[in-house]
């Protein structure tokens, strides 16, 4: 297939707001394609070059990109620039240069060729790389039609956003089988399982639907990762699940770990980190790494488990907030350094090429602790065993005294549901059992334009802050981005623009990060529910910042108070900022919340 054919699939795909045409598209799409192009076609439509879990980036910015299109086709950089902020859109724009000057026709390329094209764009590094991909992206976009030109510019700059995910495509795979979606189920079970969406769909083209019956999990290939249900009394989870393993709810980031060990001695092993949403994070947590292989005793392995950062000294599990500070790009090894992560496992999915999926979490879980060996790192999850609604409540309140977040109860016999929600695990969290039942009313002090759908509010979250009466000033509690209607977040955009001030005011203390792109005076109050307060270095209230030992820098001598999973309940138009809950009030909210 020419890359042109692509890109006139995806014009039809882009100009139709149906779900169910964009199916057929698709479906047509993949007929079309050769075997060996439906798993390239794939990745390209979702606008990437590999599977989701894979990180292959560009490393292009908008800059770049302008200049590799003026050097491809003999224009000033400023001539680019000027026509991309009328139009918005880099794809729109190299099309219409391409259609002016005369560069519309191109070469035939085909899918491959671009696809290869790109792939020696994202993956050039080192020095000089920068220049060579500008160079090559030229080339490319000088040498293809102006339509295919469109698409090619917006896959390194993540603007391709046809408007469906992973999830259309499983339905489309469905269609090209019989033209139904009956065969989605068997389709997406095999997705669960495997979650490389180019796997999937070359299996279901060149070998068939049979095949997909029989897959099995990969080392090195993520499974989508099982979830929990939720319940709010002890009672009603041993009337669903009977006897149940109970384990701590460790407030944490959940990992999947893959492990494969070549049997040559001393050959390197093959360990990856997948997180909940599939991304890639071994660099993350070299901790961890090392612990798994020490510790795991398995030629192949795929385990799953929380990371917490963990004080084995004290017993202590750090807040969130703190183990959060682990999941960075930069300064990894000295962080790891500083706050050294458990990962408290409790899943054996995969064991030297037997799968586990299948098998009753009383079996997952006998077979993992005889896969963990000793060590400080990787950490068995304690579980303890009971259908007593009464020693669940004292398990669980132990566990909430103990600072954590609650417990999960799983059901003996239940299988692993990849990519599920599932009353095989229910978790049983503080908030619901009445943790932080008062709510806190907030100050709006800013907010950050939006990405994605939300760019059309022109507001993606916003700054919120508590009173400081002794002080008089406002001090940040939380950036909330989430859990608002389409009504609130245009209610909230229209009432902030008619407070919009130039830079920040004085009697606003905000943390760099919490920087806004528009500061608004402070005049809205806003209720807000939280399931707690945590304690956060990047919030100012109740912050003390100090000389570090080296008396060189100031540096964050005791965390601000934050909220954990904010969210709005309504504007408060009867108050005023200085009546919002001020600094003290939240203090002692948070002495109540310790006592609970
Ligand atoms: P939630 O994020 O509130 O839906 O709760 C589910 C999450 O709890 C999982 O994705 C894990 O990250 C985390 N978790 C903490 N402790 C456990 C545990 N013992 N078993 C399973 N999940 C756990």
Redesign the pocket.
Known sequence: MTFRRLAEYLQRLEETPLRNKMTQILSELFGEAKNREIGKICYLLLGRLAPLYQTIEFGLGERMIIRAIADGLYKEAATVTKKFKKSGDLGITVEQIKNISGFNKGKALSLNDVYEALMTIAIASGTGSQEQKIKKLGELIQEVDSLSARYIVRIPIGKLRLGFSDMTILDSLSFLINGTKKHRPVIERAYNLRADIGFIASVVKGEGIEKLEGIQPQVGTPIL?A??ERMSSSKEIIDKIGKGAI????DG??IQAHLKRNKKKGSNEFIKLYS?NLEDVTLMYPDIVEGLKQQIKADEAIIEG?AVAYNPNTGEYLPFQETVQRKRKYDIEAKAKEIPLKL?V?ELLFKNRKSYINDWYEIRKKELKKTVGRGETILF?PEEVTDNPKRLEEIFQDAVSRGLEGV?AKKLDGVYRAGARDFS?I?F?RSYAGKLTDTIDAVVMGYDFGQGKRAGFGIGDFLIGVYDNQSDMFLTIAKIGTGLTDEEWRAIKVRSDKLKVNGKPLNYEVDKIMDCDIWIAPEIVVEIRADEITRSPVHTAGRIMGPSKSGSAIEVKEAGLALRFPRLEKFRDDKTPTDATTLKELKEMLKKQKKL
């Open positions: 990762m979830r929990a384990e701590a709810k460790y980031f959940r909940r929380e408290f409790f999850a999960m695990w978790k969290k």
